[in-house]
T-cell receptor, first 110, second 120 residues
Framework: QSALTQPPSASGSPGSSVTISCSGS?????????VSWYQQYPGKAPRVIIY???RRPSGVPDRFSGSKFGSTASLTISFLQTEDEAEYFC??????????FGGGTKLTVL | QVQLVQSEIEVVRPGASVKISCEGY????????IHWVRQAPGQGLEWMGW????????KFADKFQGRVIFTRNPYVSTVYMEVLKLESVDTAVFYC?????????????WGQGTQIIVSP
């Protein structure tokens, strides 16, 4: 199964908002509520920041929000801060007890 | 707090196998799936499969089926992933990650990653 499709890069100024898309298919994002987003700093393990499309684990600021429309999911980061500069990955349940990730989007905070 | 601790970096020859450990701390180890995720240098995350420490059930991504083995030692809350017939393209960081309970989300907690370098 092919990876979910993300733009390779995104950018925004401090205080602005940025939205990162994640495109899948009717077998993964389009079929299930199990869409997640991960933040990864260089040399570190990823951490989940959104799960089940739009739920935030405790400790994740409400500046991070998720949504889904059809087979495309989105992560929006509001009021960008310099510490948001990282790589972001989407993930989804793909049916048949399997999972799939996106290729990642490097966010630059200008 | 909950922690997953993985084995350290390994350098292996092409064609060899490698076995990585993932030990869970401070939670009921048998109650959560363990997922394995590969990340090649400068690349994205690649889901490899999951292992149920309670039943020993497994599921693999198609490309890893037949080349990856998951095992466990329940007495020390540890699962293992063995990757067979390594090639240079397998050079990557391998993560174990705990699955969300009752749902299909990977990684409410992650190991620190194990770097595997495949080199002649």
């Amino acid at each position: 199964q092919s990876a979910l499709t993300q733009p390779p890069s995104a950018s925004g100024s401090p205080g602005s908002s940025v939205t990162i898309s994640c495109s899948g298919s009717g077998s993964d994002i389009g079929a299930h509520k199990y869409v997640s987003w991960y933040q990864q700093y260089p040399g570190k393990a990823p951490r989940v920041i959104i799960y089940e499309v739009n739920r935030r684990p405790s400790g994740v600021p409400d500046r991070f929000s998720g949504s889904k429309f059809g087979s495309t999911a989105s992560l929006t980061i509001s009021f960008l801060q310099t510490e948001d500069e990282a790589e972001y990955f989407c993930g989804s349940y793909a049916g048949n007890s399997k999972m799939i990730f996106g290729g990642g989007t490097k966010l630059t905070v200008l | 707090q909950v922690q997953l601790v993985q084995s350290e970096i390994e350098v292996v020859r092409p064609g060899a196998s490698v076995k990585i450990s993932c030990e869970g701390y401070r939670y009921a180890f048998s109650d959560y799936y363990i997922h394995w995720v590969r990340q090649a240098p400068g690349q994205g995350l690649e889901w490899m499969g999951w292992f149920d420490p309670q039943t020993g059930d497994t599921k693999f991504a198609d490309k890893f089926q037949g080349r990856v083995i998951f095992t466990r030692n329940p007495y020390v809350s540890t699962v293992y992933m063995e990757v067979l017939k390594l090639e240079s393209v397998d050079t990557a960081v391998f993560y174990c990650a705990r699955g969300f309970r009752g749902g299909w989300t990977v990684g409410d907690h992650w190991g620190q990653g194990t770097q595997i370098i495949v080199s002649p």
